[in-house]
Every structure is written in C-alpha cells, then in structure tokens.
C-alpha cells in the first residue's frame, strides 16, 4: 500500500504514518503559482514555501532580508495553485527570535492571509518559547536544525554543520526538545549522514534531509537547483534533475532571432 498515492490531501498526520510505514516524503520548494500547480499535478508531498525565495527569487546573498509580507505573498501565489499536497510556510529572520509573542503574532499572519498548512522555523532550544506558543495556538511548526541559513552571519560559512562531538550533542538535544513541544517534522540540512541517521532513529516525528543522507524520512531540494536553473551552486547534495535554464537560454535566443529575421509572428499567429 502507498500512502503518499492513496491520500487526497497531505496532511501533517499523512508524514507521520508514512514515517510510520518507512515510506519516503518528498519535499520541493516552491514560490509560485504555475510551478506549484506543476509540483502538486506531479504528487509532490510536502510544497515547502522557503525563504529560499530571498535566493533564488529575489537575488539576495542571504535569506536575512527576506519579509514577513514577502513570505506571505509567496505563500499565497502557492497555495493557489495546489489541491493536494501540504503547504509549509518558512517564518522569515527577525520575525520568531526576540520573542514569542511576535513568533504567535507573524504565525497567525502567515496562516490567516495564507491559507498554508504550517509554518517552519530554524533553530533549536533558544527558539523553544517561540514554538511552543505557536504549537499552542493550533499551528502545525516543522523544525529547522543543522545549517540554519538564517545564522550564517554567526557561522561565517555554509560548510557541513555538527561534525564536531559538541555540536552534535547540541543538535541530539535539540531534536528530542523539538519533538516534545510538538514540532510535526524537522528539516536536517547539510549534516554528517551518520548523524542524521541516528537521529531520525531517536524520535518519532519524520526528518526531511537537504545535504543530510539516505536515512532521513524525507527529501527536500530547492527548485531553481534541482531544474537547473540556478547554474552557480553545485553542492554535493544536489541531484540536477532537469537542465532549465540552458534550455530556457536556448529558447529565448531562438525568440530573439525569429524576431530579428521577421520571421516571428507570421501570418497563422496574426489576426
Ligand atoms: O528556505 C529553504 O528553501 C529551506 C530549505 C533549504 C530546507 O529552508
């Protein structure tokens, strides 16, 4: 039996059995209407509204800048494009932090103006306060550990997370804390695959890897690099399934030329 096949509409629980049954989760961001109805036709698990877009969207070097608003338009453009699947929105820097009650105020936002699923945020015990008033409130919140983009000021790199023994502790605890306040899943990103097998093992609530291993209940991959349309970033995680953007760039070079040598529109395509 697949679970992922049978079900009409993806919900939190709907990860929860499938971890149950060893099935896998699949997992892609997505910032628009049309490829989000494109990943929804396609069976995609989980859409995952990241502030990646800051990235791959917007063109900034960090996902720092990334709004609140921003996120919400975002989300919204997704959430009209899908039937199926779940939606999880990412709670942008500087709106969870400093205290919980903004972290309930921007959640409630996120969910009213949105209509999404859930909301995700990165971070482990210093986010814990945050969590659980947004748990509390009815909000379904997928975790964050490893490579926290939001942090990268603070890690100076994005390098493999918690090789060393103390990080990695940090992050075994932070997992289990996770699980207690109620998180539904947690994203494990760029982690040594040892340890994010172990920690998958350790708690019941699915793991969702990016750069972190076979072993994880899931996969998540940001569009632009797996259809190749962001050509820059190479990580070793990334599997490229499809060459976007050279076929893009040789579709529009035709479209220049066909203009040039008025050959485009010709008399079938006017009125
Ligand atoms: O913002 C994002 O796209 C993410 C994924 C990399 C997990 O958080």
Redesign the pocket.
């Not at 209407?33 to 877009?53: N, T, W």
């Not at 040594?192 to 072993?215: D, Q, R, W």
């Given at each position: 039996m697949s679970i992922h096949k049978d079900v009409k509409k993806v919900t939190t629980h709907t990860l929860q059995k499938m971890k149950l049954h060893g099935e896998k989760i699949s997992m892609l961001?997505a910032y628009d209407y049309s490829f989000a109805k494109i990943f929804d036709a396609s069976g995609i698990d989980v859409i995952?509204v990241?502030?990646?877009a800051g990235n791959v969207i917007a063109g900034y070097e960090t996902?720092v800048p990334v709004t609140l608003d921003q996120m919400i338009y975002h989300a919204q453009s997704v959430v009209r494009g899908i039937n199926r699947c779940l939606v999880v929105v990412?709670m942008p820097f500087g709106t969870y932090q400093s205290n919980s009650d903004i972290a309930l105020a921007s959640a409630i936002r996120i969910m009213k103006e949105t209509g999404a699923h859930a909301i995700?945020l990165e971070g482990g015990e210093e986010v814990l306060d945050s969590i659980k008033k947004i748990v509390s409130a009815g909000i379904p919140v997928m975790g964050?550990l490893g490579l926290t983009?939001q942090s990268i000021y603070k890690f100076g790199t994005y390098t493999v997370r918690a090789k060393e023994e103390q990080e990695a502790e940090k992050l075994k605890k932070d997992i289990q804390l996770l699980e207690e306040v109620g998180c539904f899943a947690v994203?494990l990103?760029k982690i040594p695959a040892t340890l994010a097998a172990e920690v998958t093992k350790s708690v019941n609530i699915p793991t969702i890897g990016?750069g972190a291993g076979a072993a994880c209940d899931g996969q998540?991959l940001?569009m632009h690099d797996m259809l190749g349309i962001t050509t820059e970033f190479k990580p070793r995680f990334l599997r490229q399934y499809a060459n976007l953007g050279e076929q893009i760039n040789n579709a529009v070079k035709k479209y220049i030329e066909d203009i040039k040598k008025k050959d485009f529109p010709n008399e079938s395509e006017s009125y």
């Amino acid at each position: 039996m697949s679970i992922h096949k049978d079900v009409k509409k993806v919900t939190t629980h709907t990860l929860q059995k499938m971890k149950l049954h060893g099935e896998k989760i699949s997992m892609l961001t997505a910032y628009d209407y049309s490829f989000a109805k494109i990943f929804d036709a396609s069976g995609i698990d989980v859409i995952l509204v990241g502030d990646s877009a800051g990235n791959v969207i917007a063109g900034y070097e960090t996902t720092v800048p990334v709004t609140l608003d921003q996120m919400i338009y975002h989300a919204q453009s997704v959430v009209r494009g899908i039937n199926r699947c779940l939606v999880v929105v990412d709670m942008p820097f500087g709106t969870y932090q400093s205290n919980s009650d903004i972290a309930l105020a921007s959640a409630i936002r996120i969910m009213k103006e949105t209509g999404a699923h859930a909301i995700k945020l990165e971070g482990g015990e210093e986010v814990l306060d945050s969590i659980k008033k947004i748990v509390s409130a009815g909000i379904p919140v997928m975790g964050h550990l490893g490579l926290t983009p939001q942090s990268i000021y603070k890690f100076g790199t994005y390098t493999v997370r918690a090789k060393e023994e103390q990080e990695a502790e940090k992050l075994k605890k932070d997992i289990q804390l996770l699980e207690e306040v109620g998180c539904f899943a947690v994203v494990l990103e760029k982690i040594p695959a040892t340890l994010a097998a172990e920690v998958t093992k350790s708690v019941n609530i699915p793991t969702i890897g990016i750069g972190a291993g076979a072993a994880c209940d899931g996969q998540v991959l940001v569009m632009h690099d797996m259809l190749g349309i962001t050509t820059e970033f190479k990580p070793r995680f990334l599997r490229q399934y499809a060459n976007l953007g050279e076929q893009i760039n040789n579709a529009v070079k035709k479209y220049i030329e066909d203009i040039k040598k008025k050959d485009f529109p010709n008399e079938s395509e006017s009125y």
